[in-house]
């Protein structure tokens, strides 16, 4: 990132499952062990910080013979 921004992951109903909220341009992570379903990464700038930043998705579910695709929608 280049400037200040969090992270929130959310279930299909838009209830916070966990966040990351370090400070500055540090790396945010959030590390969760989820069950089939749709959920949402959001990623929103702190105090009105404009930043270039990438996402990335892993998942372990594709080794365990699961669809991910659903989960990366």
Do not use: C, H, K
């Amino acid at each position: 990132m280049s400037a200040d921004a969090d992270v929130r992951l959310l279930d299909s109903n838009g209830g916070l499952i966990a966040s990351s909220a370090n400070g500055g341009a540090n790396p945010e992570a959030v590390d969760r062990v989820l069950g089939t379903g749709t959920y949402f990464v959001y990623v929103y700038p702190f105090g009105g910080a404009n930043t270039d930043y990438r996402l990335t998705l892993e998942t372990s579910a594709a080794q365990q013979g699961l669809d991910v695709w659903p989960l990366l929608r």
